[in-house]
Every structure is written in structure tokens, then in C-alpha cells.
């Protein structure tokens, strides 16, 4: 394996920014709004065209800075915020932090595309319209469904807009006492809430032995009360279960509907479709799989396809193509309505379509076959440093991603897996995802070193891996200490974010409980 | 692609690598590393999807090409708003959001993400200013769903299941509203009850109000402004009402306002809620939509707020702050089913835009950002109710939207965009579509960019559409 400098040398920015609301001097300005001295003489002071009541009394304490001062700090917090673009981000397991293509943000930033009303007529949208058919064309066949809404502005709405269906469909079929879903252990825990916040009762199918959601749970709960089955195969295991066709008809045969997650789907593009797994609608994440870039959590989007018995519920609109002319359609009276404002982050589906353009049929292939060829090399390295080790069966060969375990390092060491992501950002790598609850796995991690990452990458990483370990058993203490090398000191008291009297979500709160020191205040408490 | 040439994003598409990586981890075909896929299950042929752009240049090119059919509006020529609006975003905000550490960062930890975090606590903190409150969520989807987690949020405080919402509220935002707060054969529902409006002010029907109010209501929400831009004048007698039974206050607002007008908490907001999108985000056919939350810093709310909260604590330096995640157990993330709602990936960079723009504008550039669009739009609504048979309707108070009946003039609203458009102007948002009591009203949006010659020009074209 190579050495890499970077395990000694690395060290985070550190700049101690205050919080902006600490900077500045008044008077000074960012910038000055345009003004229009004609209007204004024409209808008075604006004051007067307000009603008193709702009159601002005290202005926002706001900062006060001039600009080259705000760009500054900003710039600043950016430069001590590790995006994917910076380090080696396999351990975001789950989130397919894949390379978003530069040439996108490029382009998304005309105006045609950046300052499009949502309520322009179609004529004057055809240009996003034929990019959303498009897309809609692109997913229909990678995942074998026959209509695709964008509207989801991400994976877990996604999921809520696919319960919203699953409520419609029941009901207008008289099937009112359908008010259960049924899930697993290892699905996306939005797999679970989302449907709940619909208003689904939530069954979750523990895994058997081999890490597999457990087919005889499955039989023994379905009934004329399930609503449909919601889950994510390959789970966050990696694990692709082989009988998942099997699930379905069990689950279609209750008279169910079901849902498949791919919020990650590298592992399977061009390789494996829902639609033939017997699924009768999915998602997929343009944020992960499609290479829309992640921002910082968002914008995002959740596109969601079904078939043909579904398609009528989708929410509204969706895109039609009529010859040469697109347009939205408006007037679906079966459709489950909004989710979300709008049509969709029409800036994400531009993104996935570029990308999808790139690649062709080869590329997104090879995406899915250097993915699993990526996390199978990652998992050989990985396997070889004591105390790291993988729960389940080894065999067949996990997907995208795996779910490994820290238990033994723990038990030897007293090191967890939360000490050794804390230590892994002193090398420059972003720190890992642990697990998604629950946490059947003990002491997890989960990195996804998707198609973008290099063999050297993949080393790289492995390598901090075992250095880690290597600390762990030498000084525990070191470990547990970390990180050393990054942007701030250790938080001194994590139980203060969930302590009522100490916590702070705003300065003003800090301020008033921490600082002793409350605010010229424009609020009632 | 199995074989050949590398993809520039995939660097172990490299042949040799490849090959060298497949004998690493002992398989001969690439095909073994899908094993786990039952034959049965597997797309037995090659995905029909276009050749691809490998070329960067030519990628461009069919890019370019392709938005270069859409028609945004020239700057001061589009008066639609209706939930998206058009604002001046200042280069720095574009800059910020524009960094790569911010654009392709996502769910990293306390240390290595400082920055985010850090911003996201800026923005948290500089909204809580202007609404008044000590709790700002992390950035939702939009003021829809901000609106709808708000009513839930408020149903499980008060142990009810009854909302009073105005019948002004747009189209999109009610069906939202429907959509999340659930259907009565379904568990954990809340009904929704709708509040008239005034037919001459827009404000709230006060008799329909006292009519449906009483201490099976959880939560009545209003807005400031409404969805047809009108304002609320009897917010605190709203107020007086609804805690008279015990039952919360929620107020939308576009935050926009807020230099001008008062923070929602001093006339009796329990929850504030809204749209980000203003606050230094590009329309992008609506892509730009980002909602918030606020409330007050008691357990009561804190622990039903099914949304990401930043907060911030000292590290063992003296003197320095880190930030992490308050309450982090309640939300579905760990609770899943059981949780409070759900969360997911939204709109977070939204909420950095709006921390980098609140900071810009600071306290003055806010208050003069919303005098001039007031008194902009303002001059718009007398400039067109000047034209024979147009009427403004609803006032006379509202902020950048305002309602114009075109009833009179015999054109129906789509033929009078239409004409407008031939003058290079996109006329207001037609609201027979979405309100029956208002066929033949169109609601026009005017902002910062509007000049007195685009609306004067506005309503020359208006003029001549009608004739």
C-alpha cells in the first residue's frame, strides 16, 4: 500500500471566525439596494402605505459590514468546510458522493435556466421542458417504469409523495382499511417515517441470519391491511436481496403495492431494474446517483417514477411531449396534487440530464460495475486490518457500499467508531457515515467509494483506516481525543445540545443563556 | 465501455487499472462482481439511452443550445410572482454558494464541516432577528411544507387535531397543506378548516373566524402577505383570539418584508414560517423554493420540530465555538417511524445563501429594500387602476403583489398576457385558474428590479392589450 504524506502533514484551516453578528461597525454597509426617486415622490413615504400596526418598531439586529468583510468571512467558513471536491469522500456511505461535473454548474448558471419563472407559459419554457422529457425518457428505461414526476425536492419527499399515492390508490378503490407499510431494519429510516407522517401504521421486518429482511416475517404480516411494501434494495448492508421478487409477490398477493428506494442506485444502473423485481414504483435521488451536486444538503431531488396503474396519482404536473413541442401537464384529476411548490428543482433534473448525456448506456455500466469493483477492492484492504470486520455472510459479493463493523477494535481498545471518525478528519478526509438507525451493526461505518474515487484513493483511505487502528492500540487516549488537526478544538460538552437550559440554536439565544448578555430585542420573550 | 476508453469521471475505467483491481480482489470476469443479482432479475441487454457527449465541448454545446429555446424575461418585464419571485441577488451571495466546499459538502461532522455549520448557525441566527424568535430550523423544502410541519408541529403541542388556514392561501401551498396534514380514515390526521377572507380588504373574515374558533383548534394560520400580497392589519386581534382558546398563532411571511414590517413574535406569533427563496436565490423555474420555521426556545416546541436544528457550544478552547446538532434523537432520522414528521435532504445551501445575503443587506439595507418595493408597487396598482376598467382589488395595504381585475375590459387575462407578451412583458399570474371568486383577476408582481419607466411601460402595453 502506498504512504501517503498527507498521514502526518495534513491541517484543517483554522480561522476562528467570529460569528458575523459579532463583526462590523455601524454604518457600514454590504450593499445598497437600487432606488427610484420618481416612484417614490409619486406615492409618499412607504411608511404611510404600510398599516401602523404592522410598522416595524425596532429594526433587525443584522449585521452591519461593509462587503469585502462579508466575502471574507464566508470564503472563510467555506475554506474550513470539506466538500467532496476537496478529499477522498468515501465515507459518506449512502450518499454516493460522486464527482458533479464543473461543466454543469457552468451552464446551469445562464439565465435561461437560473431566471425562469415557474408560471412562463410553456412556449417560453421549451428548452427546460424537452430536458425534463428528456430525463423522464432516461429513468423510464433504467429503472423499467413508465412515468416519472420531478416534484420531490429530495429522496425522503420522495418517499412521502409514494405514500401519498399508495393512500390515494386504496381509498378510491374502497380499500380505506389498507393503513399499514411495511419496511426493513437496513431501509432508509425516511422509508419508515415518511409513510408515517402519511398516516401508515409501520411494520419493520427485522434481518434474518444472512443479513437479509426476513422473507417469513414478511408472510406473517401482510394482510387486508397492508398498504404496500417501502424498501431499499441493496440495503445500507450492500447486501442485494435475491429474493426480493419473491417479497413483492407476497406483498401484491395481500393486495399491496410496492416501492422500491434507490435513493442509491450506482450498484444497479444498467445491471438490475425495480419494474422487473415486480416493484410498481422507485425513486432515485439526482443528488447521489445522477451526480447533481450535494449542496451542503440541498437543493435536491427525488424523482419519482411508477407504472402505468400509478402514473394517474404522480403529483402534478408532469411533462408532455407533443411533436416538437413540450409542455407541463396541468390537468390530472386523479393526481395526489403537490408535494412540493412547482414543477421540481428543475436545476438538479437539468444536472442529471447532462450527466446521464455523458455517459450513455457504457458509461452508467461502467459506473455501476466500477462502483461494486470499488467497494469489493476497498473491502479487501479494509478486511486486512485487525479489528475492522463485516457482519454477515461474505458471500455473494455485497453492491455499492458495506456495513462494517468496530466491535472488536473496541473491545480491545476502548476505541469506537464515533473516536475513530472524529481522528480520520486529521488526515484530511471527511469523516465517516456511521448508520442509519438502528444500529444493528455495532460500532459502524459505511463508506461507498463510488466510481469516482481511484485506486489510490481507495488506498488512501484504507491506509487511514489502519493507522487509526495502529493508534488505537498504541494511545487510546490520542484517538479519543481527536481530532488534532482540524478546524476548532474538541466541543468541550456534547450534552449541551440536549440540555434546554444550555442549548443555543441562535445567537441571540447564546447570548441570553451562555454570555448573560441579552440583546437591544425585537422580540416579545 | 467495458472494454476501451476511460471516462474522464471514472478513473479506474483505465483499462489496466481495472484489470489490475479485478485481480486483486481474484475475479476473471466483471460480471462476478454481480453474483448477488439472480439472473432472473438482470437487464439481459445493453440500456437504449442516447450516444453519448463524451466531448466536454459538444456536452456544452447541446446544453447551450437546448436552454437557449426557454424565454426568461428581461430584467423589469416579468411581473409574476404567486410563491417565486424575482430579486436583485448580489454577486457575493453567488460567489459563496457558488464555492465548491459549500456546492459538494453534505452530512459531514462537526470538525471537518465547521464551515457549513457555522454558516448555517449565521443563518439561524440573523432570521431569528428578523421574525423575533430564539429558534430558527434548518432550511425545508419550502414555505408549502414549512407551513404544513408548522400545523402538525403546533397539533401535537396542543394535544388537538383541528387547524383553522385562509382560503387565500395559493394553490400550491394548499394542496400541500392537504397532502401532509393527512386524510381522516388515516392515523394522526389534522383537519383542516378554511377561514374566509374579506372580499373588499383580503384580510380575515374576524365573524368567520370567531364562527370556527374554539378550544378544539390547534393552531390558526395567516399570512404576511397573503398569497395575493395582501396584508394582515389585524394580526394582534388575530392573536388576542386564538390564545384566548389556548390554541397557537402561526404567521407566514415572506422574510423579504421583514426590514419594514414587524417581527411576526411581537404581534403574538407562536410559529413563524416562509420562503427563503427571496433572501438571495434564483428563481430557477421554482427550483429555488426553501422553507423555514421559527419559535420560541422552550422544550414545548423544541422537542415537536421534526426539523435539523444547528446549535453552538464551546470547545475546550477558551473562547472558541463549534456547533452540532440539538435534540438530534427526536427527529426520524433516529426515531424513524416514531419520530416527530420526517427530515431529509432539502435545501440547506439555501439557508447559506440567505445567512451571506442578511448579511449584506444588514438592518438598513433591509428597511430600504422594503420601502422602495412597496412604494414601487404601489405605484404600480395606481398607475393601472388609472386605465379604464381596471380595477385593483383588495387594500390598501400589500406589499409586492396586488390583485387587478380585468373583468371589465372584455379580454379575458390570457389574451391580455398574450398581447403583453407581443411588448415583451410577461403580465400577471392568472388567478381564475386557481380561485373561482377571482376569474378574470390577474395578480402582479412588482419588486426592487421593476423601475417607474418598466411599469409605466407596463401599463402603456396594458392599455393597448385592452383596446
Not at chain 1, 417504469?145 to 405514500?163: I, K, L, N, R, T
Request: proline share 6%.
Amino acid at each position: 500500500m502506498r504512504e501517503t504524506p498527507r498521514l502526518s502533514g495534513y491541517h484543517a484551516a483554522v480561522w476562528q471566525e467570529p460569528i458575523i453578528l459579532e463583526m462590523g461597525a455601524v454604518g457600514e454597509r454590504g450593499i445598497i439596494p437600487s432606488t427610484d426617486r420618481r416612484v417614490a415622490a409619486s406615492v409618499g413615504p412607504a411608511n404611510e402605505l404600510v398599516p401602523p400596526a404592522l410598522l416595524r418598531r425596532d429594526p433587525p439586529v443584522l449585521p452591519e459590514l461593509a462587503q469585502p468583510q462579508v466575502l471574507r468571512h464566508y470564503l472563510r467558513l467555506s475554506q474550513q468546510t470539506l466538500g467532496m471536491d476537496l478529499g477522498v469522500d468515501i465515507g459518506e456511505g449512502t450518499c454516493t458522493m460522486k464527482y458533479s461535473p464543473k461543466i454543469h454548474e457552468q451552464v446551469a448558471r445562464m439565465p435561461q435556466l437560473a431566471e425562469l419563472h415557474p408560471e412562463q407559459a410553456d412556449e417560453a419554457l421549451q428548452g427546460i421542458l424537452q430536458i425534463t422529457y428528456g430525463l423522464r425518457q432516461f429513468l423510464c428505461e433504467i429503472s423499467g417504469m413508465d412515468e416519472f414526476s420531478f416534484q420531490p425536492g429530495g429522496g425522503a419527499q420522495a418517499v412521502f409523495a409514494a405514500s401519498c399515492i399508495l393512500r390515494a390508490f386504496h381509498l378510491e378503490r374502497g380499500e380505506s382499511q389498507r393503513d399499514e407499510i411495511i419496511t426493513s431494519s437496513f431501509s432508509h429510516p425516511c422509508d419508515a417515517a415518511a409513510p408515517a407522517t402519511a398516516g401508515f401504521r409501520v411494520i419493520t421486518l427485522p434481518p434474518d441470519e444472512h443479513g437479509l429482511p426476513d422473507i417469513g416475517a414478511l408472510r406473517s404480516v401482510v394482510s387486508e391491511r397492508t398498504a404496500g411494501l417501502m424498501i431499499t434494495n441493496p440495503e445500507d448492508t450492500g447486501i442485494f436481496n435475491p429474493n426480493i421478487d419473491e417479497f413483492t409477490r407476497i406483498v401484491h398477493d395481500a393486495g399491496g403495492l410496492c416501492f422500491q428506494d434507490q435513493a442509491n442506485a450506482n450498484g444497479i444502473l444498467g445491471i438490475a431494474r425495480c419494474r422487473d423485481a415486480g416493484f410498481d414504483a422507485c425513486h432515485f435521488n439526482l443528488h447521489k446517483t445522477f451526480s447533481s451536486p450535494h449542496g451542503s444538503e440541498g437543493p435536491a431531488d427525488g424523482a419519482l417514477g411508477v407504472t402505468e396503474l400509478l402514473a394517474p396519482y404522480l403529483p402534478t404536473p408532469i411533462v408532455r411531449k407533443d411533436g416538437d413541442s413540450y409542455s407541463f401537464d396541468r390537468d390530472r384529476p386523479r393526481s395526489v396534487g403537490k408535494v412540493r411548490s412547482f414543477a421540481g428543482n428543475l436545476q438538479c433534473v437539468f444536472r442529471a440530464y447532462a450527466w446521464i448525456m455523458s455517459m450513455g448506456a457504457d458509461g452508467l455500466r461502467s459506473t455501476a460495475e466500477i462502483s461494486v469493483l470499488n467497494n469489493n477492492y476497498l473491502q479487501q484492504r479494509l478486511l486486512e486490518i485487525p479489528g475492522v470486520s463485516m457482519p454477515f455472510a461474505h458471500r455473494p459479493r455485497r453492491l455499492d457500499q458495506v456495513r462494517y463493523s468496530l466491535a472488536q477494535l473496541k473491545e480491545e481498545t476502548g476505541v469506537g467508531t464515533e473516536d475513530v471518525r472524529d481522528r480520520m478528519v486529521d488526515f484530511g478526509i471527511q469523516g465517516y457515515w456511521m448508520s442509519h438507525h438502528p444500529w444493528i451493526v455495532p460500532e459502524p461505518f459505511t463508506p461507498e467509494p463510488c466510481e469516482t474515487y481511484s485506486k489510490e484513493d481507495c488506498d488512501e483511505w484504507a491506509a487511514v483506516i489502519a493507522q487509526i487502528v495502529r493508534e488505537a492500540h498504541e494511545d487510546a487516549d490520542h484517538v479519543r481525543q481527536a481530532p488534532h488537526r482540524s478546524t476548532i478544538a474538541r466541543i468541550a460538552d456534547h450534552d449541551s445540545f440536549e440540555d434546554p437550559g444550555r442549548w443555543a440554536m441562535t445567537w441571540r439565544a447564546f447570548k441570553r443563556k451562555r454570555l448573560g448578555t441579552a440583546d437591544r430585542s425585537s422580540s416579545t420573550s | 465501455m467495458t472494454e476501451g476508453a476511460a471516462h474522464p469521471y471514472i478513473p479506474n475505467s483505465a483499462p489496466e487499472t481495472r484489470r489490475e483491481m479485478m485481480r486483486a480482489i481474484g475475479i476473471d470476469d466483471i460480471e462476478e462482481l454481480f453474483e448477488a443479482i439472480p439472473q432472473r432479475l438482470r437487464l439481459d441487454r445493453r440500456l437504449l439511452l442516447p450516444e453519448p457527449l463524451a466531448s466536454e465541448q459538444l456536452l456544452r454545446r447541446h446544453l447551450v443550445e437546448l436552454l437557449e429555446r426557454d424565454r426568461p424575461a428581461a430584467e423589469g418585464r416579468s411581473f409574476l410572482g404567486g410563491g417565486c419571485w424575482q430579486h436583485h441577488v448580489p454577486a457575493v451571495v453567488d460567489e459563496v454558494v457558488g464555492r465548491a466546499e459549500f456546492l459538494t459538502a453534505y452530512s459531514g461532522s462537526s470538525y471537518p464541516d465547521l464551515g457549513k455549520y457555522q454558516a448555517r448557525f449565521e443563518y439561524q441566527s440573523q432570521m431569528a432577528e428578523l421574525v423575533g424568535m430564539e429558534v430558527v430550523s434548518d432550511p425545508t423544502y419550502d414555505w408549502a411544507n414549512a407551513a404544513a410541519l408548522s400545523l402538525r408541529m403546533a397539533a401535537r403541542i396542543t394535544g388537538r387535531s383541528r387547524v383553522l388556514v385562509p382560503r387565500t392561501v395559493g394553490p400550491d401551498r394548499r394542496s400541500v397543506i392537504e397532502n401532509v396534514c393527512g386524510m381522516p380514515h388515516l392515523h394522526g390526521a389534522v383537519e383542516v378548516g378554511w377561514l374566509s377572507y374579506d372580499a373588499s380588504s383580503g384580510t380575515i373574515d374576524m365573524p368567520d373566524l370567531r364562527r370556527q374558533l374554539d378550544d378544539g383548534i390547534a393552531a390558526v394560520y395567516i399570512e404576511n402577505p397573503s398569497y395575493l400580497g395582501t396584508l394582515e392589519p389585524q394580526a394582534a386581534s388575530i392573536a388576542d383570539l386564538v390564545h384566548g382558546v389556548d390554541a397557537l398563532l402561526i404567521v407566514g411571511v415572506d422574510p423579504l418584508t421583514l426590514g419594514l414590517l414587524e417581527a411576526p413574535a411581537r404581534y403574538g406569533a407562536d410559529i413563524v414560517c416562509g420562503e427563503l427563496q427571496p433572501l438571495g436565490t434564483h428563481m430557477s423555474g421554482g427550483g429555488g423554493s426553501s422553507g423555514f420555521m421559527a419559535f420560541p426556545d422552550e422544550e414545548r416546541f423544541v422537542s415537536q420540530c421534526p426539523l435539523i436544528l444547528f446549535g453552538v457550544a464551546e470547545t475546550q478552547l477558551p473562547g472558541e465555538l463549534g456547533f452540532g446538532e440539538v435534540m438530534f434523537e427526536r427527529t426520524s432520522y433516529a426515531l424513524r417511524d416514531q419520530a416527530r414528521d420526517w427530515v431529509g435532504t432539502s435545501t440547506g445551501l439555501m439557508g447559506i445563501a440567505a445567512a451571506v445575503y442578511l448579511a449584506l443587506m444588514g438592518p438598513t439595507g433591509m428597511r430600504e429594500l422594503g420601502e422602495t418595493i412597496v412604494q414601487r408597487s404601489h405605484y404600480a396598482a395606481d398607475r393601472l387602476a388609472a386605465i379604464p376598467d381596471v380595477t385593483v382589488r383588495f387594500g390598501p395595504h400589500f406589499f409586492k403583489e396586488f390583485v387587478v381585475e380585468l373583468d371589465g375590459t372584455g379580454k379575458s387575462v390570457g389574451d391580455i398576457n398574450r398581447s403583453l407578451l407581443r411588448d415583451g412583458i410577461v403580465g400577471g399570474l392568472d388567478l381564475g385558474r386557481h380561485f373561482e371568486e377571482l376569474d378574470g383577476c390577474a395578480l402582479f408582481c412588482v419588486t426592487e428590479l421593476h423601475t417607474g419607466d418598466d411599469i409605466d411601460a407596463l401599463a402603456a402595453a396594458l392599455e393597448e392589450a385592452i383596446a
